[in-house]
């Protein structure tokens, strides 16, 4: 069952755990406003586990630079014990390409290939 996540007006988001992983449901603005409080909520739910992460983003209208140091300094937490697989739209996958970092985010077009992901890590 999702429980709700208390992010920001602009970012509104769920957090289901399932076997081992936790599936995060992101809809909204993932911006310079809503940033820090996306960061530290996931950060703390990364540290309480499970270390696989997947990331939906497939219902995210917007992310800034903010947004992207964000996904990038929680890959780096969540790769360090386990895996975060991020499920993408074309605005979210134009936006990481623009920056060049599809190499080290592992960016999935949707859930079920994400915990395919996972499955095989």
Known sequence: ??????????????REVRDNC?????????DAFSE??????LSSK????????ILDLSQIDFVDSSGLGALV???KLANANGTL???????VTQT??????????????TVAAA?????SS
Do not use: C, D, W, Y
């Not at 990364?46 to 992460?53: A, F, N, Q, R």
């Open 22 to 30: 936790q599936l995060f449901r992101l809809t909204g603005l993932l």
């Open 85 to 91: 697989q991020i499920v993408t739209n074309a605005r």
């Open 73 to 75: 300094q929680l890959a």
């Open 96 to 109: 990481v390409k623009l920056v060049r970092l599809e190499k080290f985010l592992a960016l999935q077009p």
């Open 1 to 14: 069952m999702a429980e709700p996540l208390n992010l920001t007006v602009s970012l509104r988001g769920t």
């Open 115 to 119: 915990l395919e992901q996972i499955k």
């Open 36 to 41: 820090p409080t996306f960061r530290k909520i």
């Open 46 to 53: 990364i540290e309480e586990g499970p270390k696989h992460i």
